[in-house]
C-alpha cells in the first residue's frame, strides 16, 4: 500500500491494547501517534492535525461526546473509528448520530482493524484529492475569465489602431484598456532612437493605475539604454523568448535602485517590431505585488505587441503613400516641361522616371495592403497582400472578375462602384465580403483608383482586411442595443419607484393631518345638525316662515358646500399626481390651501404660526397639489421640531414659533419656512435631502419629506437650500421662477 501523509491518534488508556494495535497498524507504515486520555489528546491535535483518531467508547463518551464534538468543531474532517464493548449499545446509537464513521466491536481483530483503517485513509484521501480538484477548477476558471477579458481588451485595442491609426489619443485609449483588464499598475509604450552612435528608447506613452504615480517625467526612466547598468539580461530575454518579465528583488544591485524609484515590484516587457526591425516596447508594471504572468496571459499581450508593431507599420505605409501621391502631379508637371525644352532633358527625365518606377515596384510588392490592377472589369494585376487575403496563387486570380469572389449581395455594389466615369467618383471608399479559396469570409474596405494604364483607364485598387473590425462593430452593436434597453427600463422603474415615494410621503402628511381634517369637518357638521334642529323648533311651535326656511337653507348649503371643498381639496391632494399634470398655480393660494389643513392641529398643540404673504399676488408654473405637498412637508419638520425642543424646555416659558412668508424677487418666487426649533447639527446638514436619512425616531418619519421635497422643487425649475444653528432655529428658502419667465420660454421659436 502507498505510504500515507496522514497521522493518526490512538487514545487508549490500556497499555496492553496500544500495543495490540500497533502492532496491527504497523504494516501500513503509517505516522502513528497514541496518548491516554482526552484531555492528552485535545493538547496534541492542534500540532499534529490527525486526520484519523481510534478511541475507545467509553473514554469519549464523557460528558455527551464533548470531546468528539470539540474536535469537530476545529476540523470537521476529521474521522473517529471507536471500539465499544457489545453491551455499550446505546452509546454506539449516540455515537452514530455524531457521523462517527465506524464502531468496532471488542475484541478488535486485526484483520478488521487494517480493513477498516485502511478505507477510512481511502475515504479521507479521496476527500483530499476531490478538494485539491476543486480548487484547480475554480483557479482554472479565474485564470480562464481573466485570460478571456485581457483578450478582449487586445482585440479592442486592436480595433482602435486599425480603425483611426497609430496616435496619441488611440495609444492612450489602448493602455487605459490593457491596464484595467491586467490589473497592472502602469502601462507604457518606449520607442527606440539612435544618439551618438549608441541605442537609447524613449518613453512616449504611459497609463497609471488610481493612486500610482507617473514616472514618465522622472529624468533617468525617460530616456534608458538597454544595454545599460541595471538593465542585464534583458536583451537576451527579448531575443530568445519574445518578452522579459522578472520580480524585482532578483535584479541586482543597479536594476533594483532604478525599479524602486518608480516603486515598481514586478513587470513584463514586450518587443515591438516594425517591418521585422526592433521599433521599441510596450511593457507594464506591477507596484503592489511580484506577480508571475502565466501562459494565456502571455500569448494575449504578445498579440498586442504584434498588433502595435502592425499598426505603426501601417501608419509609417500611409503616411508615405500619401507624401508620395501629394509629390506625384508635381513632379510629373516638372519633368514634363523638362521634356518640352530639349530631348536631352527627356532622356534624363526618363531615367529618373524609371528609378520612380523602381521604388513603387517595391512599395507595392511590400505593402501591407492588398493592391489589385483592373482593366476591363478583371483583375490584371494583384500584390503578395492580396495574395495572402484570398489564400490563392496569382494564376487563380488574374483574369478573374472580382464579382466573381463575392457573395450575390455585393456583385452589384462591386460593379457599380468600379464602373464610375469620373476620377472624383471612382474615389469612394466602400465595404464588401469575398470568399476566400479556403471558403472563408472575409470583410474588406476597398479603396478605388481611376488611373490611366498604357492609355486605357484602369482601377487600382487598395484593399485592407477589417474582418477583426467588423466583428468588433457587430459585438458592439449589440452591447449598445442591450445597454440602451436596460437603461431604459431602469430610468422606467427608477420613475415609477420615485412616484411611488412621493404619494407615500402625501399619504404620510395625510395621516399626520387627519385630526386637523377631522375638525374642519365637524365645525361645519354642528352648524347643520344645530339648524335642523332649530327648524324643528320652529315647526313645534308653528312659526316656521318661508323666509325663514329660505335663509335657513341658504346657510345649510353654504355648510355643505364647504365640508364638500375640504374633501374634494384632499381626494386630489393624496391621489397620484403624474408628471405633466402642470399648470399656473398660485404660490399663495397654495399656502393658504396648506395651512387650512393644519392650522386646528398647530392650534391644539399651542404652535404660532406668523404668516406674512404678500398681497400682490405671486404666480408660478408647476403641479399645485405637489407644491402644497412640499409646504406640509416642511411644516410637518418645523412642528416636530418645535415640540422636541419644548419637551427639553418644560417650565422655561418657552413659545413654540413657526412662520412662513412668500414675496417677490426680481424675476423668482421666495418662499420660506422657519422655526424656533431645535436646529439641525451642521455635520448632518449636508445628508438632508437623501432620502431615508431622518433624525426622527422609526415611528415618527421614514426620510422621505425632504428627498421629495427636493425632487418636486427641481422638477419646478427651483432651488431649495437651508439654513439651521442648534437649538436656535431653521429656515428652509424655496426659490421658483415667476409665471412670467416661463412664458417667455414657451413664445421663443
Given at each position: 500500500m502507498e505510504k500515507a501523509n496522514l497521522n493518526i491518534l490512538i487514545i487508549e488508556e490500556n497499555p496492553v491494547l496500544t500495543k495490540k494495535y500497533l502492532q496491527a497498524l504497523s504494516s501500513l507504515e503509517l505516522n502513528i501517534l497514541t496518548v491516554e486520555n482526552c484531555k492528552s489528546a485535545f493538547e496534541l491535535f492542534p500540532k499534529q492535525n490527525p486526520k484519523l483518531i481510534l478511541s475507545s467508547i467509553r473514554i469519549c463518551q464523557s460528558g455527551d461526546f464533548e470531546f468528539v464534538k470539540q474536535i469537530q468543531q476545529i476540523e470537521p474532517s476529521v474521522r473517529f473509528i471507536l471500539t465499544a464493548d457489545p453491551s455499550d449499545s446505546r452509546l454506539i446509537i449516540d455515537a452514530l448520530e455524531l457521523d462517527i464513521k465506524s464502531v468496532l466491536l471488542k475484541p478488535v481483530k486485526k484483520d478488521k482493524l487494517v480493513k477498516v483503517v485502511k478505507e477510512q485513509l481511502a475515504s479521507k484521501n479521496l476527500q483530499l484529492r476531490l478538494e485539491l480538484e476543486e480548487k484547480r477548477r475554480r483557479f482554472a476558471e479565474k485564470e480562464n475569465d481573466k485570460s478571456s477579458l485581457i483578450l478582449h481588451s487586445v482585440s479592442q485595442a486592436t480595433t482602435y489602431f486599425f480603425r483611426s491609426g497609430f496616435n496619441e489619443k488611440t495609444a492612450n485609449e489602448a493602455l487605459a484598456l490593457i491596464g484595467q483588464a491586467t490589473k497592472a499598475s502602469r502601462v507604457y509604450i518606449y520607442q527606440s532612437f539612435k544618439q551618438k552612435e549608441k541605442n537609447y528608447t524613449l518613453r512616449i506613452y504611459e497609463w497609471v493605475a488610481e493612486g500610482i504615480k507617473a514616472s514618465k517625467d522622472i529624468p533617468e526612466i525617460r530616456k534608458v539604454s538597454l544595454s545599460g547598468e541595471g538593465f542585464e539580461g534583458w536583451g537576451d530575454s527579448l531575443r530568445e523568448k519574445g518578452y522579459?518579465?522578472?520580480?524585482?528583488?532578483?535584479?541586482?544591485?543597479?536594476?533594483?535602485a532604478m525599479m524602486k524609484m518608480q516603486d515598481i515590484r514586478s513587470l513584463l516587457v514586450f518587443p515591438i517590431t516594425v517591418n521585422n526591425e526592433w521599433w521599441g516596447f510596450v511593457g507594464l508594471d506591477?507596484?503592489?505585488?511580484?506577480?508571475?504572468?502565466i501562459d494565456s496571459e502571455l500569448?494575449?499581450?504578445?498579440?498586442l505587441a504584434f498588433n502595435l508593431g502592425?499598426?505603426?507599420y501601417r501608419k509609417q505605409l500611409d503616411d508615405e503613400l500619401i507624401k508620395l501621391n501629394q509629390n506625384l502631379e508635381q513632379r510629373v508637371k516638372e519633368r514634363t516641361s523638362e521634356l518640352e525644352i530639349e530631348v536631352f532633358e527627356r532622356s534624363i527625365a526618363e531615367a529618373l522616371l524609371k528609378d520612380s518606377e523602381e521604388k513603387y515596384r517595391l512599395i507595392y510588392e511590400h505593402a501591407s495592403y492588398g493592391i489589385l490592377l483592373m482593366q476591363g472589369g478583371k483583375i490584371t494585376m494583384t500584390n503578395p497582400a492580396m495574395i495572402e487575403i484570398f489564400e490563392d496563387i496569382p494564376r487563380n486570380l488574374i483574369g478573374r472578375e472580382l464579382s466573381e469572389l463575392v457573395p450575390k449581395r455585393f456583385k452589384s455594389i462591386v460593379s457599380e462602384k468600379l464602373n464610375k466615369e469620373t476620377e472624383e467618383a471612382s474615389k469612394e471608399t466602400f465595404e464588401i465580403q469575398?470568399?476566400?479559396?479556403?471558403?472563408?469570409s472575409k470583410w474588406l474596405e476597398l479603396k478605388p483608383k481611376l488611373?490611366?494604364?498604357?492609355?486605357?483607364?484602369a482601377y487600382l485598387v487598395f484593399a485592407s482586411n477589417i474582418s477583426l473590425r467588423k466583428k468588433a462593430e457587430q459585438e458592439l452593436q449589440q452591447l449598445n442595443s442591450s445597454l440602451e434597453n436596460r437603461i431604459d427600463?431602469?430610468?422606467?422603474?427608477?420613475?415609477?419607484?420615485?412616484?411611488?415615494?412621493?404619494?407615500?410621503s402625501k399619504l404620510e402628511s395625510m395621516g399626520e393631518l387627519s385630526a386637523g381634517l377631522a375638525h374642519e369637518i365637524n365645525q361645519p357638521l354642528v352648524s347643520i345638525s344645530m339648524g335642523l334642529d332649530n327648524m324643528l323648533m320652529m315647526i313645534s311651535d308653528q312659526k316656521l316662515n318661508e323666509d325663514y326656511i329660505s335663509k335657513k337653507i341658504h346657510t345649510l348649503f353654504k355648510d355643505i358646500d364647504r365640508i364638500r371643498n375640504i374633501i374634494e381639496h384632499v381626494r386630489i391632494f393624496s391621489r397620484d399626481q403624474q408628471v405633466g399634470n402642470e399648470s399656473e398655480i398660485s404660490v399663495n393660494d397654495v399656502i393658504r390651501n396648506a395651512l387650512s389643513m393644519i392650522r386646528i392641529q398647530f392650534t391644539d398643540h399651542n404652535v404660532h404660526l406668523n404668516i406674512d404673504i404678500d398681497a400682490e399676488e405671486v404666480t408660478t408654473f408647476g403641479n399645485q397639489y405637489k407644491l402644497e405637498q412640499v409646504i406640509l412637508n416642511l411644516l410637518?419638520?418645523?412642528?416636530?421640531?418645535?415640540?422636541?425642543?419644548?419637551?427639553?424646555?418644560?417650565?422655561?416659558?418657552?413659545e413654540k414659533e413657526i412662520s412662513v412668508s412668500c414675496r417677490k424677487d426680481n424675476n423668482l418666487a421666495i418662499l420660506e419656512v422657519s422655526d424656533n426649533g431645535t436646529g439641525i447639527e451642521k455635520n448632518i446638514l449636508a445628508n438632508i435631502f437623501n432620502p431615508f436619512f431622518t433624525t426622527k425616531d422609526e415611528e415618527k418619519g421614514t426620510g422621505l419629506g425632504l428627498s421629495i421635497s427636493y425632487a418636486i422643487i427641481n422638477e419646478m425649475k427651483g432651488s431649495i437650500k437651508v439654513n439651521s444653528i442648534v437649538n436656535e432655529f431653521t429656515k428652509i428658502t424655496i426659490e421658483l421662477p415667476l409665471k412670467t419667465l416661463k412664458e417667455n420660454e414657451h413664445e421663443e421659436p
Open positions: 522579459f518579465s522578472g520580480v524585482v528583488s532578483d535584479f541586482t544591485e543597479h536594476g533594483q506591477d507596484c503592489r505585488s511580484e506577480r508571475i504572468w500569448s494575449a499581450l504578445k498579440s502592425a499598426a505603426i469575398v470568399i476566400t479559396a479556403n471558403r472563408k488611373i490611366s494604364w498604357y492609355g486605357e483607364p427600463n431602469e430610468i422606467r422603474r427608477v420613475e415609477h419607484q420615485r412616484q411611488l415615494l412621493v404619494q407615500k410637518s419638520n418645523s412642528k416636530y421640531a418645535v415640540e422636541e425642543k419644548a419637551k427639553r424646555n418644560i417650565g422655561n416659558g418657552y
